[in-house]
DNA sequence: CCTTATAACTAAACGCCGTATATTTATTAA
DNA sequence: TTAATAAATATACGGCGTTTAGTTATAAGG
C-alpha cells in the first residue's frame, strides 16, 4: 500500500558513509578505500551500503563530484576575493589557491586527478559539471583578459576543427567562452599541475620553502608569456 | 651439503613473471596486476611467485625500474641521435621522445610518475638510481647550456639552503651538475609532465592532431624562455 | 651409487575484499 | 490491524595477497 520514508540510528546514513570514505582516504590514502572498513566503522554490515550506492564505484564517483565541488569552491572564492577589474590579481588569487587546496588536501587531488583506484574509471557524463565548473573560475578570468585585449597569444596554434567538439561539454559547464580562451586555461592548468602532481606525488626533492618559489616563478613566467601589459 | 642450481620447465621464470605482468598492466592496467593471475597464466600456484619477489611490491618495484630504464633509454638515445653541438636540437629530441615514450607506453608511465597500485609506495633508494638516470639526459643538455652561457635564467629564484640537500642523490646517479641546472631541468620536467600526464589519463578534452601543436607550443615557449640566442 | 641438503615447487588455509541473494525487521499508509 | 515496502542483516561466492607445511627434483659428498 506504502511507502516508508527514512528512519535510522544514523540520520543521514548517505552522507555518514562519504564522510567516514574521506577520513579513511585521508588517513590511508584512496586506494585503501574498502566498503567493508567504512561499514564496520558505522557498526552497519556491508551490503547496507548498497541502499545508498549501487556499488563502490559509485561511492567514489560521488566522493569525486565532492571533491571536485571543494576544489571548485575554492577556485572561485580566490577569484572573488580580488575585485573584478583587477584580472591579474584574480589570475595570481586562482593559482595561489590551487597549490593550496592540493597541498591542504592531497588525497583529494590524487582522487580527481590520479587515477588511484583499481579498475575505476570516472564516468565523463557524471563527472564533468563540477569538473567544467571547478575549471571555470581560471576560464572565465581568462576570457575576461581576452575580452579586454590582454591576451597575448600572438603564435599560439591554430585550434583545429576535429578538436573544437571536444570543448562543446566544457563550454556547456564551465561557461561560454571563446575556445582560445578555453585552449590557454588548458595550457595554464597543465603546467600548475604538472609542478602540483609532481610535488603531491613525492617525485621532486624535498623543496622546503624553495617549492614556494618556484611555484611563484612559474606563476611569473605565465603572467609575462600570457598578458599583454 | 650442497645447494642446488636451478631448473625447472620455464627457464627464466623471474623474467617470465615480469613479462607476463607487463602484459596484463598493458592490457588491463597497472591496478588489476594480480599475483594469482600472473601465476595461472604461467601455470603455476601463486605462492611460487614467492621464490622469485618477496611480495607483490617487491614485483611492482622491479616494473618500476624497468620502466625508468626503458624510458631512460628513449630519452638518452634521442639525445645522442642529434650531434653533441646542437644543443637545442638535442632539447628538443629529448621533449619529443618524452610525449613519445608516454604515448607509446600509457601503462608504463602511470605506473612511474602516478600512484596506481593500492598501497603501493616506491622505495626510493632502490629506485632513484634509475629514476635519475632517466632524466640525465635533460640535464646533461641543459648543463652544457649552462657553460656554455647559453642558460636565460636572470629572474631565477634563489636557491636555498635547505633544499640543496634534495639534490645530492639526484647527482650521484643523474650526473654531475650545477644545482641551477637541476633546477631548470626539474620545471622543464613538471612543464612536460604536465600536459603528458593530463593527456594521458583523458583529463583534457581529445585533442586530435592539435595535441601535438599544443606540446610543440610549450616546447617553443620553454626555448624562448630559458635558452639564450 | 646412494645418501642428504636444499631450492623450488604445490596444497591448503587465513583474513581480507566487493557483491549477490535471501531473509528479517521496522515503519507507515490504508 | 493489516499490508506494503524500505532498510537492514545473514550468508555465501569467488577473488585477492600471503603464510605455513609438506613434497619433489636436483646435485654435491661420501
Known amino acids: 500500500m506504502v511507502r516508508p520514508t527514512q528512519k ?3 540520520p543521514n ?7 567516514v570514505a574521506w577520513k579513511h582516504i585521508a588517513k590511508h590514502g584512496a586506494p585503501a578505500l574498502s566498503l ?16 545508498y550506492f549501487p556499488n563502490r564505484d559509485a561511492l567514489v564517483t560521488a566522493l569525486i563530484i565532492d571533491a571536485y565541488t571543494s576544489f571548485g569552491d575554492s577556485q572561485l572564492a ?14 595570481n588569487a586562482i593559482g595561489l589557491a590551487y597549490r593550496q587546496w592540493a597541498l591542504k588536501y592531497p588525497q583529494r587531488y590524487q582522487l580527481i586527478f590520479g587515477t588511484p583506484i583499481p579498475g575505476y574509471h570516472a564516468p565523463l557524463m557524471e563527472v564533468l559539471p563540477s569538473a567544467a565548473r571547478s575549471l571555470s573560475a581560471l576560464v572565465s578570468v ?3 583578459l581576452r575580452l579586454a585585449g590582454k591576451l597575448n597569444v600572438k603564435s599560439f596554434p591554430k ?21 582560445l580562451s578555453l585552449t590557454v586555461a588548458m595550457l595554464i592548468w597543465a603546467r600548475v599541475h604538472g609542478i602540483v602532481s609532481l610535488e603531491i606525488a613525492g ?10 618559489d618556484l611555484y611563484l616563478y612559474e606563476m611569473k613566467s605565465l603572467n609575462q608569456q600570457f598578458i599583454k601589459e
Chains 1, 2 share one sequence.
Open 13 to 19: 546514513l548517505q552522507q555518514a558513509i562519504k564522510d
Open 78 to 91: 580566490a577569484r572573488d576575493a580580488a575585485p573584478p577589474e583587477d584580472l591579474t590579481g584574480r589570475m
Open 203 to 212: 617525485n621532486l626533492p624535498p623543496l622546503g620553502t624553495s617549492g614556494d
Open 36 to 51: 567493508r572498513a567504512i561499514a564496520r566503522e558505522l557498526k552497519i554490515t556491508a551490503p547496507a551500503i548498497y541502499n
Open 142 to 144: 581568462i576570457e575576461q
Open 8 to 10: 535510522k540510528q544514523i
Open 159 to 179: 585550434v583545429q576543427a576535429e578538436y573544437k567538439g571536444g570543448f562543446e561539454m566544457w563550454k556547456k559547464y564551465g561557461g561560454e567562452a571563446d575556445i
